[in-house]
């Protein structure tokens, strides 16, 4: 059993920047990909970044390609996610998961997930 939990969030103005992290605990970390999501008010859950256990794979939604970057610490068991040049249409609530494997883009396939954290960026 892994347990993530998120922080971070708050309220930014567009062009502003953020960093979300997320800290693990339970299992041991390494083994485990872990991928970033969010999800607006009456829009489905959708991918935003992911990173493989050892940090050289990387992939991040069309979306914030250029703007967000995946990072983790695997010492301290902790993900973040750098965004930068923030769009209203960033808001929404973001989620920490984990894989017992490779990285993926799909929700379904990340086996632990943390509550979320809101990021609002206002116009």
Request: with cysteine; net charge positive; proline share 2%.
């Amino acid at each position: 059993q892994v347990q993530v939990v998120e922080s971070g969030g708050g309220l930014v103005q567009a062009g502003g920047s953020m960093r979300l992290s997320c800290a693990a605990s339970g299992r041991t970390f390494s083994p485990y990909a872990m991928g970033w999501f969010r999800q607006a008010p009456e829009k489905e859950r959708e991918f935003v970044a992911a990173i493989g256990w050892s940090s050289r794979n990387t992939y991040y939604a069309d979306s914030v390609k250029g703007r967000f970057t995946i990072s983790r610490d695997n010492a301290k068991n902790t993900v973040n996610l750098q965004m930068n040049s923030l769009k209203p249409e960033d808001t929404a609530v973001y989620h920490c998961a984990a894989r017992k494997s490779a990285l993926a883009t799909i929700s379904a396939e990340y086996d632990y997930w943390g509550q979320g954290t809101q990021v609002t960026v206002s116009s």
